[in-house]
């Protein structure tokens, strides 16, 4: 069977899963181990309940798509493959977790949550490119997410003396809850194209939805 469902409440060794997983255990504790996603076809996570883990493999060339939320206590290993993640689906980094080896192979398409209240660059983008963005100097504890879209929509809708926005790309960044931050962006014309725009004109700004 392609499928594990898992019941036991912690994981202090290591688990590979090489198919699909499905977690319905409440509050389901992180443990001391490391969980390996090392499929050689695509694999799934789903269930009702968040799938917790003290360390995380990820690498499957073939893809990993979260179906609910996969949660890292510690550190997050990237070696092969895209997660794919959705508006309530999320790869959550825990406060005090990291992550390593993310690249244009091998980073999340889709959200992902940050909780706590250190420096954090997130390890989004389109499938194809990482395009990361930071999230740093927050005045206290927080929770973003955060993901990395193409094609943006409304880009000659701006207000002066805006003249008009990038129209190749965009972050979309949610303050769920927490302080104030600091954002750093970055363009690079090798991955997505970038507007001729000079250097000194360009500026950060936010769709409000009109």
Known sequence: DSSLYVSRRFN??????RGNNTNDQASMAAGAGTLYLNGTSA???SGAQAFRTFRLETNNTAG???????????????????ITTSATNFLVYEAGSSYTGDAD??????????????N?????????????????NLSAASEFN????????????VQYPLFQADRFEYWD?????????????????SRI????YALSEVRVSHYNGS
């Not at 202090?12 to 899963?17: A, F, T, V």
């Not at 192979?105 to 250190?118: D, P």
């Not at 955060?146 to 809708?157: A, L, W």
């Not at 960044?173 to 014309?189: E, H, I, K, P």
């Open 173 to 189: 960044v949610n303050r769920v809850s927490g302080g104030t931050a600091v954002l750093g962006m970055n363009w690079d014309n």
């Open 193 to 196: 194209s970038f507007p001729d």
């Open 64 to 82: 990993i798509t979260l179906n609910n939320n996969l949660r890292i206590a510690d550190l997050h290993t990237f070696t092969n493959g895209i």
């Open 43 to 45: 694999q799934q996570l």
């Open 12 to 17: 202090n060794g290591n688990l590979y899963l």
């Open 146 to 157: 955060v993901r990395h879209r193409t094609t943006t929509p409304n880009y000659n809708t």
């Open 120 to 136: 954090f660059i997130y390890p989004v983008g389109n499938g194809t490119y990482a395009r990361r963005i930071t999230v740093a």
């Open 105 to 118: 192979s091998r980073h999340v398409n889709g959200w992902v949550k940050k909780i706590g209240s250190t």
